[in-house]
């Protein structure tokens, strides 16, 4: 007996709707939080029109045929946007997988009598299906990729923030390793802030920075550079012993760029460059 | 003689994986006692070799071991990767020399960061360094 899939799934859809959301229903692990039952039941029955009406005897052994594409795409937009909203991709995974579920339950009412039909139609729709959940998986990493690139371009911009302690003096606290491109972000901020307030000191501080090796020195020799290009003087501060050790092991020379152990002393330097003073104020005498 | 106490091995492809490295060799210097500044000159050792074998070897596998060598115990890392090669060793040790645009400072810097410090390279098949820093060196 020759079953024409593509009728069957057509004639049962109602059907196979009806069992996939009481399998999704029914399952612990569904998050009504995130999407209502009513979305849910839109989103299913949009992805199983799709499916049903390009599934035929033809392509069911291939899930790569073009066929599909209307398919694969609402798919991993639905995968895309789970990623998005917080599911887990095991909730992913188990709404496509709920679907072969209900499809094989409709084929075994419909197919009783020949168990060998039931068998291969059976073994070729799960076939297909899996591949479904594949191409879910992919697209439900490349999602959270996504996020994650989002993130790390985020993690860049707050990071290097430009603070003005004062009058014609800039201080910026680089935490972390610097990388070219965090080097680029850093130079870029500084040097549009020397404009932008008119200062004539930056002070780099280098306190969070874990380890300062050649590279990370010839990006901080580029930036003082740029900086006195500027026509500014930079600063480095927040050089630790053991950082200052390990400078003059690697060989590199700092000579040419004033450098301060701490932030206090840098801003007390500047101080001094910009002929500024401070000083404790004098209590009354009669207090005494 | 050198035993191994423990062993850990990394691959370095991206960028991305330097700080996880270097993280880890931290976590290991910390573990045997390793004062700061050793540390320091480890991690930043490790830092330099790390970004040549990403540079010029296309990235490669790096090994960490807990090294002990009579009552002495060390961290012992190795770098391997499968990239052109180095022609000329010496001249590659020499400081200011760089075939990139950088300072020219790493190889023979990380030489002076650690005790021991071994170079093996094949133009056409790739560069192999091992370097060693014990606790109190």
């Given at each position: 007996?020759?079953v024409?899939?593509?009728?069957?799934?057509?004639?049962?859809?109602?059907?196979?709707?009806?069992?996939?959301?009481?399998?999704?229903l029914?399952?612990?692990?569904?998050?009504e939080?995130?999407?209502s039952?009513?979305?849910?039941?839109?989103?299913?029955?949009?992805?199983l029109?799709?499916l049903?009406?390009?599934?035929?005897?033809?392509?069911?052994d291939?899930?790569?045929?073009?066929?599909?594409?209307?398919?694969?795409?609402?798919?991993?937009?639905?995968?895309?946007?789970?990623?998005?909203?917080?599911?887990?991709?095991?909730e992913?995974?188990?709404?496509?997988?709920?679907?072969?579920?209900?499809?094989?339950?409709?084929?075994q009412?419909?197919?009783?009598?020949?168990?060998?039909?039931?068998?291969?139609?059976?073994?070729?729709?799960?076939?297909?299906?899996?591949?479904?959940?594949?191409?879910?998986?992919?697209?439900?990493?490349?999602?959270?990729?996504?996020?994650?690139?989002?993130?790390?371009?985020?993690?860049?911009?707050?990071?290097?923030?430009?603070?003005?302690?004062?009058?014609?003096?800039?201080?910026?606290?680089?935490?972390?390793?610097?990388?070219?491109?965090?080097?680029?972000?850093v130079?870029?901020?500084?040097?549009?802030?020397?404009?932008?307030?008119?200062s004539?000191?930056?002070?780099?501080?280098?306190?969070g920075?874990?380890?300062?090796d050649?590279?990370?020195?010839?990006h901080?020799?580029?930036?003082v550079?740029?900086?006195r290009?500027?026509?500014a003087?930079?600063?480095?501060?927040?050089i630790?012993?053991?950082?200052?050790?390990?400078?003059?092991h690697l060989?590199i020379d700092?000579?040419n760029?004033?450098?301060?152990?701490?932030?206090?002393?840098?801003?007390?330097?500047?101080?001094?460059?910009?002929?500024l003073?401070?000083?404790?104020?004098?209590?009354?005498?009669?207090?005494? | 003689?050198?035993?191994?106490?423990?062993?850990?091995?990394?691959?370095?492809?991206?960028?991305?994986?330097?700080?996880p490295?270097?993280?880890?060799?931290?976590e290991?210097?910390?573990?045997i006692?390793?004062?700061?500044?050793n540390?320091t000159?480890?991690?930043?050792?490790a830092?330099?070799?790390?970004?040549?074998?990403l540079r010029?070897?296309?990235?490669?596998?790096?090994?960490?071991?807990v090294?002990?060598?009579?009552?002495?115990?060390?961290i012992?890392?190795?770098?391997?990767?499968?990239?052109p090669?180095?022609?000329?060793?010496?001249?590659?040790?020499?400081?200011?020399?760089?075939t990139?645009?950088?300072?020219?400072?790493?190889?023979?810097?990380?030489?002076?960061?650690?005790?021991?410090?071994?170079i093996?390279?094949?133009?056409?098949?790739?560069?192999?360094?091992?370097?060693?820093?014990?606790k109190n060196?």
């Amino acid at each position: 007996m020759k079953v024409d899939i593509s009728k069957l799934l057509q004639k049962k859809k109602k059907q196979i709707l009806e069992q996939w959301m009481n399998n999704q229903l029914a399952d612990e692990s569904l998050r009504e939080d995130l999407m209502s039952n009513d979305e849910l039941r839109i989103q299913s029955e949009e992805l199983l029109n799709a499916l049903v009406t390009s599934v035929n005897n033809r392509n069911i052994d291939d899930a790569q045929s073009p066929d599909f594409d209307t398919t694969i795409e609402i798919l991993s937009g639905i995968s895309i946007s789970r990623a998005r909203q917080g599911y887990s991709p095991k909730e992913t995974g188990i709404y496509v997988f709920s679907l072969k579920d209900a499809i094989l339950q409709t084929l075994q009412e419909e197919i009783k009598t020949d168990p060998v039909t039931l068998y291969t139609v059976s073994f070729k729709v799960g076939k297909l299906i899996d591949s479904f959940g594949v191409t879910t998986f992919e697209t439900f990493i490349k999602g959270r990729e996504e996020v994650i690139l989002r993130q790390t371009d985020e993690i860049a911009e707050i990071s290097t923030p430009v603070i003005r302690v004062w009058d014609g003096i800039l201080a910026l606290p680089i935490i972390g390793t610097l990388d070219s491109a965090r080097t680029q972000v850093v130079m870029e901020n500084l040097l549009q802030q020397i404009v932008d307030s008119g200062s004539s000191i930056a002070i780099l501080d280098i306190s969070g920075v874990p380890a300062v090796d050649s590279l990370v020195a010839q990006h901080l020799i580029k930036t003082v550079s740029a900086t006195r290009l500027m026509g500014a003087e930079c600063i480095i501060s927040g050089i630790r012993p053991e950082i200052a050790q390990t400078v003059v092991h690697l060989g590199i020379d700092l000579s040419n760029i004033v450098t301060k152990a701490s932030l206090a002393s840098a801003l007390r330097y500047a101080f001094t460059m910009l002929q500024l003073e401070v000083r404790k104020t004098a209590k009354e005498k009669n207090s005494l | 003689m050198i035993i191994v106490l423990s062993k850990d091995t990394l691959v370095i492809q991206k960028e991305q994986d330097v700080v996880p490295f270097r993280n880890r060799i931290k976590e290991y210097a910390v573990k045997i006692g390793m004062g700061l500044v050793n540390q320091t000159k480890l991690i930043t050792a490790a830092s330099e070799l790390v970004r040549n074998m990403l540079r010029y070897g296309g990235g490669g596998t790096t090994i960490i071991e807990v090294v002990s060598k009579g009552r002495e115990n060390g961290i012992r890392l190795t770098f391997q990767d499968k990239g052109p090669g180095i022609k000329d060793i010496q001249q590659a040790m020499k400081d200011g020399f760089s075939t990139g645009k950088s300072l020219g400072l790493g190889l023979p810097g990380a030489r002076r960061l650690v005790n021991e410090f071994d170079i093996k390279s094949v133009v056409g098949k790739g560069t192999t360094v091992i370097v060693t820093k014990w606790k109190n060196g």
